[in-house]
Nanobody
Framework: QVQLVESGGGLVQPGGSLNLSCAAS????????MSWYRQAPGKERELVAA????????NYAESVKGRFTISRDNAKNTVYLEMNRLKPEDTAVYYC???????WGQGTQVTVSS
């Protein structure tokens, strides 16, 4: 069955960096576009970044452009989210998603606080 397992979240100070990973299994990873979403307390879940199957095209929410980078390694069945210059408003649970079939991981908490 399809499984998406996120890791790499944690507590970081403003201006710091974190790298999230999402390990996929149960499907042919290289055949699917992948994305990262986040949900902050009291807010709706929002798209953060997306990447096509080959990794050659990406898109980002305006709020993270220039600070976050999405990438993937199809040989490792993993999609990544590199987050730099983190702000308190980036605090949220971050989810990996495969849109086809609407599969989600369990999420990983990112907290940006001094």
């Amino acid at each position: 069955q399809v499984q998406l397992v996120e890791s790499g979240g944690g507590l970081v100070q403003p201006g710091g960096s974190l790298n999230l990973s999402c390990a996929a299994s149960g499907f042919i990873f290289s055949s699917y576009h992948m994305s990262w979403y986040r949900q902050a307390p009291g807010k709706e879940r929002e798209l953060v970044a997306a990447i096509i199957t080959t990794g050659r095209d990406t898109n980002y929410a305006e709020s993270v452009k220039g600070r976050f980078t999405i990438s993937r390694d199809n040989a490792k069945n993993t999609v990544y989210l590199e987050m730099n210059r983190l702000k308190p408003e980036d605090t949220a649970v971050y989810y990996c998603r495969r849109a086809t079939g609407d599969y989600w991981g369990q999420g990983t908490q990112v907290t940006v606080s001094s």
